[in-house]
């Protein structure tokens, strides 16, 4: 069953099953990072798994593990569907580059010459705990769709940010921060998003941010469509992501994997909190987050990051140029980040530091990851892709798999 499961895949990658050599992979090591993952999932690190592997352009493990359900002892499967959430991020920034290519705007261009609502940015300076009033300053500069990209804008992001006043000013402003089931659209969270402060002036500091919400809206603007039709028609559809969608049809529904949390011994159903996690499959449908609303399978996802190692196209469907993923790939932030990675237009870089900390790939290795517990990793040099898929959220179980993964995954390269 496992090699036919694979030869569906051969269309769409050049494909080995786990049991069979692939140029420049020990085999025997794929055996042991086998192993470490079915030890976490005999030990309840994590209720359940998928995990895959692909060196120049073939698939050396593809795996599922554990439960996709554990009420009712439901086993992971291959295909079942995650929430990426902001894995989104690069997706969205890809659009906008595509839109970029066809000379619609200049990076550099600040975003109020698209979006009028962000002329005249503001900077938080007080704050008044007692009533959330607050006092601000003139921002130095406009916001640039550059530093929407790169997390210099100086936009917050509402219930995960760091500053708590910040929390408390997007709630009270009614600004989505990552995902709902209400009945709101993008342009209506960012309409009110950019009537607020920012923690610092553009292109300052780097803070994690809405600003790839903002860029989806501002795809909508530009493009003339809705986001999601846009990504579907201009990037899923070209590299047959049949799977990646902000919100599920009735016949993808069932693949949807519980999101968990472990509580008093035992991993339990994630609750609904600040946002319910059954999102992608109920409520109005309407908000297309740019930052986090995707979800999407281990094969699709790994489609996408190809479709990069490959300059910009798969399958003879091309998506962006090389000359602009060489731009993406550069260091957009100077020295606003310091340590073992960067940031250009859509993922984290690994740098020399990174190289020298060990386990983490290649310098120019390009990453990131999802706040449900999802990451994905892929070295140019090596030609390699990691991806491992998990539904979790809270401390954990002593979860180690995934720096184990991606440290094992790099000794498996003769």
Do not use: C
Request: aromatic residues 12%; glycine residues 10%.
């Amino acid at each position: 069953m496992k090699r036919i499961y694979l030869l569906l895949l051969a269309g769409l990658f050049s494909v080995s099953a786990f049991s069979q050599t692939v140029d420049g992979i020990i085999q025997e090591r794929v055996q042991k990072l086998d192993e470490m993952l079915e030890d976490a999932i005999a030990k309840q690190q994590v209720p359940g798994l998928v995990a895959m592997v692909l060196k120049d352009g073939k698939v050396v493990y593809h795996e599922a593990k554990g439960f996709a359900d554990v009420a009712s002892k439901s086993s992971m499967k291959k295909d079942h569907i995650f929430r990426i959430a902001s894995q989104t991020k690069a997706i969205t920034s890809t659009a906008v580059m595509i839109l970029w290519e066809e000379g619609k705007f200049r990076l550099d261009d600040p975003i109020s010459k698209y979006i009028p609502e962000f002329k005249n940015p503001q900077v938080l300076t007080g704050f008044r705990y007692g009533d959330t009033t607050y006092t601000t300053r003139p921002a130095s500069q406009e916001i640039t769709i550059r530093q929407l990209l790169t997390h210099t804008s100086g936009i917050g992001y509402g219930v995960i940010d760091g500053d708590e006043r910040m929390k408390m000013i997007y709630h009270k402003a009614g600004v989505v921060d990552l995902f709902t089931t209400e009945e709101i659209s993008i342009k209506e969270s960012v309409m009110r998003l950019a009537k607020l402060p920012l923690h610092h002036d553009p292109g300052a500091k780097f803070t994690y941010s809405e600003g790839l919400d903002v860029l989806g809206y501002f795809i909508e603007v530009i493009s003339g469509q809705s986001f999601d039709e846009f990504l579907k028609e201009r990037i899923f559809d070209p590299l047959e992501m049949n799977d990646t969608r902000f919100y599920l049809s009735a016949a993808q529904a069932p693949r949807l994997v519980t999101v968990y949390t472990f509580r008093e011994g035992n991993w339990q159903a994630y609750p609904v909190t600040f946002y319910d996690p059954d999102y992608p499959r109920k409520g109005a449908k309407r908000f297309f987050s740019g930052g986090a609303g995707l979800s999407s399978t281990t094969a699709d996802y790994a489609k996408f990051l190809q479709m990069y190692l490959n300059g910009g196209e798969l399958n003879g469907k091309r998506i962006l140029s090389s000359q602009t993923i060489e731009t993406m790939m550069k260091n957009q932030v100077g020295d606003l980040m310091q340590g073992d990675k960067k940031y250009g237009l859509a993922f984290g870089l690994v740098t020399e530091q990174g190289v020298a900390t060990g386990g983490i790939g290649s310098e120019g290795t390009f990453d990131w990851g999802g706040y449900f517990n999802t990451q994905y990793f892929a070295d140019p040099q090596e030609n390699i892709i990691g991806l491992i898929f998990k539904q979790t959220s809270g401390s954990g179980n002593g979860d180690e798999t995934g720096w184990k993964f991606r440290q094992m995954v790099f000794t498996l390269i003769e």
